[in-house]
Each structure stands twice: as structure tokens, then as C-alpha cells.
């Protein structure tokens, strides 16, 4: 049974730093891409980044780029979303999810795995 569980979430203010984990299990995810996503209250699902298992692909969402790293640790089988300089419409519940690589990366519909999501809130 394939898990990704989440965890870093909390309340920050503006300007600082959070960073969220994901650690995955009941499968081998090397074929895998995984993905950060988030959903703020009234909005869509919205990608944040992803990278393939092996690292050696990411991208990020213009509104993230150069505050945000995704990064992952294969022997804990952990992924991590750093995120340094936080704005109040960072406030989101963020989700890990991993999808079979060759996929495109941006849709939510390509990822067969969810974490329930942690809350990350960014006061001004």
C-alpha cells in the first residue's frame, strides 16, 4: 500500500522559512516523478514543483521560483520542499504526489498518489 505522509507544516510570518517533508513507502518510486502541490481556501489545486526520483530533472511555478527547492533524500526515501522567504499568498494546505515519469508534470490528473496535505500559513 503506497503512502505519502507529510509533515512541516505551520504558521510563519512573512519573510521566513518552512520546510516540508514527504516520505514515501510501499513501493519503489525510481520510475516515479514527485510533486508538490497546494490548494488555498476557494482556489484550485495549483502545481509548486517537482522532480524525477533521480534528481536529476525540477521545476518550479513562476510564483516559487528562486524561494522554493525541492529536493529528496533517496535512503530515507523522503522528499522536501524548502521555502525560504514566505508571502501571505503562500498560504495554502500543500500535498506531495508522485506520478509515473514521462508525464507531463503540471497537471494534478497525471499524479496517482496524494499525501493528506499539511497547512502552511503566512502571516503579514
Known amino acids: 500500500q503506497v503512502q505519502l505522509v507529510e509533515s512541516g507544516g505551520g504558521l510563519v510570518q512573512a519573510g521566513g522559512s518552512l520546510r516540508l517533508s514527504c516520505a514515501a513507502s510501499?513501493?519503489?518510486?525510481?520510475?516515479?516523478?514527485m510533486g508538490w502541490f497546494r490548494q488555498a481556501p476557494g482556489k484550485e489545486r495549483e502545481f509548486v514543483a517537482a522532480m524525477s526520483w533521480s534528481g536529476s530533472s525540477t521545476d518550479y511555478a513562476d510564483s516559487v521560483k528562486g524561494r522554493f527547492t525541492i529536493s529528496r533524500d533517496k535512503a530515507k526515501n523522503t522528499v522536501y520542499l524548502q521555502m525560504n522567504s514566505l508571502k501571505p499568498e503562500d498560504t495554502a494546505v500543500y500535498y506531495c504526489a508522485a506520478a509515473k515519469f514521462g508525464l507531463t508534470w503540471y497537471p494534478a490528473g497525471n499524479y496517482d498518489y496524494w499525501g493528506q496535505g499539511t497547512q502552511v500559513t503566512v502571516s503579514s
Open positions: 510501499g513501493r519503489t518510486f525510481s520510475s516515479y516523478v
